[in-house]
């Protein structure tokens, strides 16, 4: 098993321009997370999802959006980047709401 | 206030040195504590799970949680270079929300030193 993929693993991106960070899991989990981590401040959650084809927002959605028409893939997209979305951006998953996450290894974004 | 309060650090120690590391909570909802550990420019892995108050063991690691005080610890006994790493505690209520939602803490910087 890979576990939990992300891609890519760093990305630049200018004011205004937009992204798809990419991740996949092969462990047939339903649940999905996207969260961002800065400096200092722990991990915040995005947006989530409890299987393909329903997704939420979480603590700090905006200036995102998600997607989730398989099990396996949750693609988190940015539409506008804005300095404010210079991050490190994690994807998780867990089998159900009670169970362990499972963390990928990370995108590092700068925006510039 | 924040939900959960971690001390930063950075934490620095010597090869062999019991390590302590701590957060606070104000949510008496939180019924389940999870230690990860997350190694530079990785991801988070867990580390220890807890359900409610009481002690885990696990090798050189026991989780601590004591609802009473809203306070759960991490002791490291025998530390080792291989245990310098960022860790983050967090935290969930019962099962309240629909997604299982974490709440973290900041996260304490350890350094162990040969």
Not at chain 2, 24 to 33: D, E, L
Request: charged share 20%; proline share 5%; net charge neutral.
């Amino acid at each position: 098993n890979a576990g939990v993929t992300q891609t890519p693993k760093f990305r630049i991106l200018k004011i205004g321009q937009s992204m798809t960070l990419q991740c996949a899991q092969d462990m047939n989990h339903n649940y999905m997370y996207w969260y961002r981590q800065d400096p200092g401040m722990g991990l915040k959650l995005i947006y989530y999802s409890v299987g393909a084809g329903i997704t939420d927002k979480g603590e700090v959605p905006n200036g995102y959006n998600v997607s989730r028409s398989t099990t396996e893939d949750f693609p988190l997209r940015l539409e506008l980047a804005a300095p404010s979305q210079t991050s490190v951006y994690f994807c998780a998953s867990s089998y159900s709401r009670q169970e362990t996450q499972y963390f990928g290894p990370g995108t590092r974004l700068l925006v510039l | 206030q924040k939900e959960v309060e971690q001390d930063p650090g950075p934490l620095s120690v010597p090869e062999g040195a019991i390590v302590s590391l701590n957060c606070t909570y104000s949510n008496s909802a939180f019924q389940y504590f999870m230690w990860y550990r997350q190694y530079s420019r990785k991801g988070p892995e867990l580390l220890m799970y807890t359900y409610s108050s009481g002690n885990k063991e696990d090798g050189r690691f026991t989780a601590q949680v004591d609802k009473s005080s809203k306070y759960i610890s991490l002791f490291i006994r025998d530390s080792q270079p291989s245990d310098s790493a960022t860790y983050l505690c967090a935290m969930r209520d019962a099962g309240g929300t629909s997604y299982g939602k974490l709440t973290f803490g900041q996260g304490t910087i350890l350094t162990v030193h040969p």
